[in-house]
């Protein structure tokens, strides 16, 4: 499967489409972190009709999860994760052989991400399908 992932202050899905404000950016500055990711799934054909499992996760530029201060002032590692399920279905008249539009959005506020390197990466049925970085720098 194809995907377009985009970084954006807020988006939204609404009847297959994406609605995103703010999009494009690649470097977030100050923190808290406020930030949309907005996710087009280009589903084949021949991969319609069939649920497939999906996950964005945020994890560091060394893949591991983010560093996040718990609520007593400390410092632990913790996973942001979405995950979901969906089947795209191939609509009455479409041409065979067409891909099928899946898209998803997902809005996180106020998440303290330490200024460094971070990286969102999509996975469809176990395998990542696509990733997109960015830099959270100071205010």
């Keep these: 499967m194809k995907i377009?992932?985009?970084?954006?202050?807020?988006?939204?899905e609404v009847a297959g489409k994406l609605?995103?404000?703010?999009?494009?950016?690649?470097?977030?500055?100050g923190a808290p972190v406020t930030?949309?990711?907005?996710?087009?799934?280009a589903v084949p054909w021949e991969a319609a009709n069939?649920?497939?499992?999906?996950?964005?996760?945020?994890?560091?530029e060394d893949g591991l999860?983010?560093?996040?201060?718990t609520p007593d002032g400390g410092l632990e590692s913790t996973r942001v994760e979405f995950q979901g399920r969906f089947e795209a279905g191939r609509p009455a008249g479409m041409a065979p052989g067409s891909d099928l539009d899946a898209p998803f959005a997902v809005?996180?506020?106020?998440?303290?991400?330490a200024p460094g390197r971070?990286?969102?990466?999509?996975?469809?049925?176990q395998d990542v399908v696509g990733r997109v970085p960015f830099t959270v720098t100071e205010s």
């Excluded at 930030?35 to 799934?41: E, F, P, Q, S, T």
Aim: aromatic share 10%; glycine share 8%; hydrophobic share 50%.
């Design 4 to 12: 377009t992932l985009l970084l954006c202050d807020h988006a939204q």
């Design 19 to 29: 609605y995103i404000l703010g999009g494009g950016w690649s470097i977030y500055r």
């Design 35 to 41: 930030m949309g990711l907005a996710v087009k799934i």
């Design 50 to 60: 069939v649920p497939h499992d999906f996950a964005a996760r945020l994890v560091t």
């Design 65 to 69: 999860d983010p560093v996040l201060p």
């Design 107 to 113: 809005n996180i506020a106020g998440l303290p991400l």
């Design 118 to 125: 971070y990286e969102w990466t999509v996975e469809i049925d």
